[in-house]
């Protein structure tokens, strides 16, 4: 799943697909790596609205503090 984050996410402008795929495995996935990997992902972003509100509100949602 990790290294399928990283095949994704390699495009310079992620589909709005593809972000919020990657926002619900921040969300739900049950592996931490994998959603460690996905708010990485999500992190090349950051500049764009849409996924600087995602991951601020995935944050208040973790419950692992290595996220």
């Not at 849409?50 to 995935?58: E, G, H, K, S, Y």
């Amino acid at each position: 799943k990790v290294e399928k984050i990283f095949e994704l996410t390699g495009h310079t402008q992620p589909s709005t697909a593809l972000k919020k795929a990657l926002v619900k495995t921040l969300n739900e996935d049950p592996n931490t790596n994998v959603r460690l990997a996905a708010m990485e992902a999500l992190g090349k972003f950051y500049t764009e609205k849409d996924v600087r509100n995602a991951l601020i509100n995935a944050l208040g949602n973790q419950k692992d503090p290595v996220v």
